[in-house]
């Protein structure tokens, strides 16, 4: 968009801007020329300013002085005259009299780097963008910046970055705000389609063009007119395609395979690969011609290892959209969230959303801790808490889990443990008959581990601890 902000010039009668004024003109500057006097109602006007200079004489620097520590968000330039005011933090550059165009220009520039640069700046970013680009590290707030300033254009954008970082996120962004948002959205893998079929699914074909080709086809390109065709991995691109592509980016028309009819390309082209590319130019894989030519607006997306700080809003954002999906929810402990920010994250953003989902199905709508992540995940030390219950409990669900047999099964095989399947009419002494079964049990745990209570007492689903206590019970060594 364009930058409406114009200059103003405050002067004493006696000063002569004439050479100013002309710099100005030159530069086709809008600027306004106002006296000291009036400079204090002006300076009010603080939003359509982006350069402010002080042309007056050395007896006006206390008044100048007061002007300039009021304003402090805005740039100002002073006469020499007024060299002394140079020390303020808002004074970026002094001009003599006879000031050059050169020496003007670099004082323009520093007056718009003060105003870019300012901080705690408001940005205004599109909700949209908040929405689908999550984060609020430097490293995105730069890529939804630069997607905000080429959107509007129709520049060639290649897109840069590791897979999984969600490069096709930022091309369907770009598309959403720029003025072709009401055409298309058509990506297309470059290294997914066969060389021999890529030249067809990008230019389309006429029938009877090759063999199998039994009817005309559009191919991408013209899918795409009035919008945007997304390129995806053009690093696998072949040479033999990079030619022709190279041609219709230059000229604008193409040819369907088969046809010498040429069709306009109404259409703006992303692209984006996770291979260096220049590295395939020096090595002969990748035109160079080609590379200058989708490079015209490059915007690099951050591995999720870069902005490990996004990571438990990327998790809320993730979950959010899984719910919405008709799916569980799931939450993290502060424990487990701090491990995940110590994974390497190869896969970036596509190996933490398999992670949620995969988790979701796991642990529906309960809190996961360091002990329930995958092995790869957990990085730092907890103790997992193991819940103890009565022994009572235990004992019950073990004489349920006992008893607890399909009556069309077969009884179980004798194992040196007779199980009794029905009550003698004479009855039994229930608590004794559990003991001596729990003995035998433990018994034949133990004597299968060679004594080891560790492995007894995994074999028998239970606590070391427990086992240990039985035992003592039971006079078992």
Same mark, same amino acid.
């Given at each position: 968009?364009?930058?409406?902000k114009?200059?103003?010039?405050?002067?004493?009668?006696?000063?002569?801007?004439?050479?100013?004024?002309?710099?100005?003109?030159?530069?086709?500057?809008?600027?306004?020329?106002?006296?000291?006097?009036?400079?204090?109602?002006?300076?009010?006007?603080?939003?359509?300013?982006?350069?402010?200079?002080?042309?007056?004489?050395?007896?006006?620097?206390?008044?100048?002085? &007061?002007?300039?520590?009021?304003?402090?968000?805005l740039?100002?330039?002073?006469?020499?005259?007024?060299?002394?005011?140079?020390?303020?933090?808002?004074?970026?550059?002094?001009?003599?009299?006879?000031?050059?165009?050169?020496?003007?220009?670099?004082?323009?520039?520093?007056?718009?780097?003060?105003?870019?640069?300012?901080?705690?700046?408001?940005?205004? $970013?599109?909700?949209?963008?908040?929405?689908?680009?999550? %984060?609020?590290?430097?490293?995105?707030?730069?890529?939804?910046?630069?997607?905000?300033q080429?959107?509007?254009?129709?520049?060639?954008?290649?897109?840069?970055?590791?897979?999984? $970082?969600?490069?096709?996120?930022?091309?369907?962004?770009?598309?959403?705000?720029?003025?072709?948002?009401?055409?298309?959205?058509?990506?297309?893998?470059?290294?997914?389609?066969?060389?021999?079929?890529?030249?067809?699914?990008?230019?389309?074909h006429?029938?009877?063009?090759?063999?199998?080709?039994?009817?005309?086809?559009?191919?991408?390109?013209?899918?795409?007119?009035?919008?945007?065709?997304?390129?995806?991995?053009?690093?696998?691109?072949?040479?033999?395609?990079?030619?022709?592509?190279?041609?219709?980016?230059?000229?604008?028309?193409?040819?369907?395979?088969?046809?010498?009819i040429?069709?306009?390309?109404?259409?703006?082209?992303?692209?984006?690969?996770?291979?260096?590319?220049?590295?395939?130019?020096?090595?002969?894989?990748?035109?160079?011609?080609?590379?200058?030519?989708?490079?015209?607006?490059?915007?690099?997306?951050?591995?999720?290892?870069?902005?490990?700080?996004?990571?438990?809003?990327?998790?809320?954002?993730?979950?959010?959209?899984?719910?919405?999906?008709?799916? =569980?929810?799931?939450?993290?402990?502060?424990?487990?969230?701090?491990?995940l920010?110590?994974?390497?994250?190869?896969?970036?953003v596509?190996?933490?959303?398999?992670?949620?989902?995969?988790?979701?199905?796991?642990?529906?709508?309960?809190?996961?801790?360091?002990?329930?992540?995958?092995?790869?995940?957990?990085?730092?030390?907890?103790?997992?808490?193991?819940?103890?219950?009565?022994?009572?409990?235990?004992?019950?669900?073990?004489?349920?889990?006992?008893?607890?047999?399909?009556?069309? =099964?077969?009884?179980?095989?004798?194992?040196?443990?007779?199980?009794?399947?029905?009550?003698?009419?004479?009855?039994?002494?229930? &608590?004794?008959?559990?003991?001596?079964?729990?003995v035998?049990?433990?018994?034949?745990?133990?004597?299968?581990?060679? %004594?080891?209570?560790?492995?007894?007492?995994?074999?028998?689903?239970?606590?070391? $601890?427990?086992l240990?206590?039985?035992?003592?019970?039971?006079?078992?060594?």
């Amino acid at each position: 968009m364009p930058n409406n902000k114009r200059i103003l010039l405050i002067a004493s009668e006696n000063r002569d801007l004439s050479v100013l004024k002309t710099i100005l003109q030159f530069m086709s500057e809008d600027f306004d020329a106002v006296e000291l006097d009036n400079a204090d109602t002006c300076l009010k006007q603080y939003d359509e300013w982006k350069a402010i200079i002080f042309n007056t004489s050395a007896e006006d620097i206390e008044t100048c002085q &007061k002007l300039i520590n009021a304003s402090p968000e805005l740039p100002f330039m002073v006469a020499d005259c007024l060299a002394d005011l140079a020390g303020l933090a808002n004074v970026v550059a002094t001009l003599s009299q006879n000031v050059t165009y050169a020496d003007f220009t670099q004082a323009l520039h520093h007056c718009e780097s003060y105003l870019r640069n300012k901080p705690n700046k408001q940005v205004k $970013t599109s909700k949209d963008l908040i929405h689908t680009l999550v %984060g609020r590290s430097g490293e995105m707030q730069t890529v939804r910046k630069l997607i905000e300033q080429v959107s509007p254009t129709d520049a060639n954008v290649l897109i840069l970055g590791e897979s999984g $970082t969600g490069k096709e996120v930022v091309a369907q962004a770009i598309h959403r705000l720029s003025k072709r948002a009401k055409g298309p959205f058509v990506p297309v893998n470059c290294g997914a389609i066969p060389g021999d079929l890529l030249e067809s699914e990008l230019f389309g074909h006429e029938k009877g063009a090759f063999t199998g080709a039994i009817s005309a086809r559009k191919g991408r390109f013209e899918l795409a007119q009035g919008g945007t065709l997304f390129l995806d991995e053009i690093g696998d691109m072949p040479l033999q395609m990079q030619v022709k592509l190279l041609r219709v980016l230059q000229e604008r028309v193409f040819e369907r395979v088969g046809s010498a009819i040429q069709v306009k390309a109404n259409v703006r082209v992303i692209a984006a690969t996770h291979r260096q590319l220049e590295s395939l130019v020096d090595e002969g894989k990748f035109r160079e011609d080609l590379f200058y030519r989708l490079n015209v607006f490059p915007i690099e997306t951050p591995s999720l290892r870069e902005r490990r700080e996004d990571l438990p809003q990327l998790a809320t954002e993730l979950i959010r959209r899984q719910s919405e999906q008709g799916n =569980e929810s799931i939450k993290f402990t502060d424990n487990a969230m701090q491990s995940l920010m110590e994974h390497k994250w190869s896969g970036n953003v596509r190996e933490l959303a398999n992670l949620v989902e995969r988790l979701i199905i796991l642990f529906p709508n309960q809190v996961v801790d360091v002990a329930d992540l995958p092995k790869k995940y957990q990085h730092i030390e907890v103790e997992a808490f193991e819940p103890e219950y009565p022994e009572s409990f235990m004992e019950r669900e073990a004489l349920n889990d006992l008893f607890a047999f399909d009556e069309e =099964e077969e009884e179980p095989e004798d194992e040196g443990l007779a199980v009794m399947t029905s009550l003698p009419e004479e009855g039994i002494v229930l &608590k004794d008959y559990l003991a001596e079964l729990e003995v035998n049990l433990i018994n034949q745990a133990l004597a299968f581990h060679e %004594g080891v209570v560790a492995r007894a007492a995994e074999m028998l689903g239970m606590r070391r $601890t427990t086992l240990v206590e039985k035992m003592r019970k039971y006079g078992l060594n």
